[in-house]
């Protein structure tokens, strides 16, 4: 009887040295709940630098869009110009600029400068070829590659019958390299250059995704409303319902 009395008291008291072991001291608790503090303030500035990154980002898409525009519209007139220098040339008399004339505004409809389309079956043999590896190389993934194809395509051959293809797969190219600026250049030019070109209503879409991607949310808003305006059976309009709601 005495000996389990003893032991009992033994293990009461282990129990108590044991429970007062695990117990943090106050000095402890207190510099515990300082770096709780500071690590929350940590993960906020985390936080709040992470959303303030993003929004540089998306900025920095946005002036690339703006800067791309303004770089098609310079080309576009610098190509008008040189049309005019071309058919003065032609008549024999020197072109005038004068300064009071404003700048020809470029429109949706207006067509790039015509060129010749090829027409010998050695000239087509040439363009079918060079846009068949253009396409190759984007679907094998190699979409640097299909960038700089497209590019020479449309240099050398921009009035063929796939000359809008090759622009709207050019755009493609740069949405898979995440190049969203430059994709979004690339499309809204198939609707510019090809309005009749069945390839407009994928590029819309497309549009709508790459501001979408680059968090622009009225512009891709925008795309979306226009492809269900005006190609509301099309199977992209189809996927742009989805994208709006997605965005709204």
Do not use: H
């Amino acid at each position: 009887m005495k000996v389990t009395l003893w032991r009992s008291i033994f293990l009461v008291v282990l129990l108590a040295q044991f429970g007062a072991g695990c117990k943090i001291p106050l000095d402890e608790r207190q510099a515990v709940a300082e770096l709780q503090k500071k690590v929350a303030v940590l993960e906020d500035e985390l936080q709040t630098g992470a959303g303030r990154q993003q929004s540089l980002k998306q900025e920095l898409e946005g002036l690339r869009v703006r800067f791309d525009e303004a770089r098609d519209l310079i080309l576009k007139q610098g190509e008008e110009i040189q049309a005019l220098l071309r058919a003065q040339a032609v008549k024999g008399n020197p072109p005038t600029f004068a300064n009071s004339v404003p700048a020809t505004k470029v429109t949706g409809e207006e067509k790039p400068p015509s060129v010749p389309a090829p027409s010998s079956p050695g000239e087509v043999q040439a363009f079918e070829k060079i846009y068949n590896e253009s396409l190759a190389a984007y679907q094998n993934g190699d979409y640097e590659n299909a960038v700089k194809l497209f590019a020479a395509y449309l240099r050398d051959f921009p009035t063929t019958e796939k000359a809008a293809n090759a622009r709207y797969w050019l755009g493609e190219s740069y949405y898979s390299l995440a190049q969203y600026a430059q994709a979004i250049t690339e499309f809204k030019r198939v609707q510019k250059d090809f309005p009749a070109s069945a390839k407009v209503p994928d590029a819309l879409l497309k549009t709508a995704m790459s501001y979408e991607a680059i968090g622009s949310r009225e512009p891709a808003l925008a795309a979306c409303t226009e492809l269900l305006r005006k190609y509301p059976g099309s199977l992209s309009a189809e996927l742009a319902e989805k994208a709006r709601a997605r965005l709204e």
